[in-house]
């Protein structure tokens, strides 16, 4: 069955980076982009942006240009997202979800980044 | 970018109750709209995309409607497994918006 699973919680300071992990198993992982969805405690869903695994191209929410990236190692199968200059209201739990035209069908577990001093 | 507003924020309904949320765009989106139910500590859950078009697996007691600008999703009977947050997003562009959230409380 498809899965995704993120790699584990993280607290960082604010200033620094933070790259998540998401290993994708259960189907052609180079066959459907993967995309990047926050949600802040209590807030709601906010989108990041996508990454084509089989090119790597990628394109991000305006809000982040500039701050993310998002990359992929296909001998892995596995996509990551890099989140730099971290402020605490980047607190949130950060998903990977997989796309089936355009819409999310999958979802990964979710890793909750801390932003505090 | 495409906003998205849903509406109401919070509703609470009783068990048998039809339930509608709306969502308006800030342009026209067409017909690409979705809707996720979203569990306490849980991942979304895709209901209904392309407006109207039941995900497999969901019950039939959901259901959306609308193009353009606004859109509904309605819950005909609630059930008490319906509680929780539900979004729409849009994806007439690859640069999606997801709906503030309507929270969908049991009385």
């Known amino acids: 069955q498809v899965q995704l699973v993120q790699s584990g919680a993280e607290v960082k300071k604010p200033g620094a980076s933070v790259k998540v992990s998401c290993k994708a198993s259960?189907?052609?992982?180079?066959?459907?982009?993967m995309h990047w969805v926050r949600q802040a405690p209590g807030r709601g869903l906010d989108w990041m942006g996508w990454?084509?695994?089989?090119?790597?191209?990628?394109g991000y929410a305006q809000k982040f240009q500039g701050r993310v990236t998002m990359t992929r190692d296909t001998s892995m199968s596995t996509v990551y997202m890099e989140l730099t200059n971290l402020r605490s209201d980047d607190t949130a739990i950060y998903y990977c979800?997989?796309?089936?035209?355009?819409?999310?069908?999958?979802w990964g577990q979710g890793t909750l980044v801390t932003v505090s001093s | 970018d495409i906003q998205m507003t849903q509406s109401p924020s919070t509703l609470s309904a009783s068990v048998g109750d039809r339930v509608t949320i709306t969502c308006r765009a800030s342009q026209s989106i067409t017909g690409w709209l979705a809707w996720y139910q979203q569990k306490p500590g849980k991942a979304p859950k895709l209901l209904i995309y392309?407006?109207?078009s039941l995900e497999s697996g969901v019950p039939s007691r959901f259901s959306g409607s609308g193009s353009g600008t606004e859109f509904t999703l309605t819950i005909s009977s609630l059930q008490p497994d319906d509680f929780g947050t539900y979004y729409c997003?849009?994806?007439?562009?690859?640069?999606?918006?997801f709906g503030q959230g309507t929270k969908v409380e049991i009385k």
């Open positions: 392309e407006a109207s």
């Open positions: 997003q849009q994806y007439n562009t690859y640069s999606w918006t």
């Open positions: 259960g189907y052609t992982f180079i066959g459907y982009y």
């Open positions: 979800a997989r796309d089936r035209s355009s819409l999310i069908d999958q």
């Open positions: 990454i084509n695994p089989n090119s790597g191209g990628s």
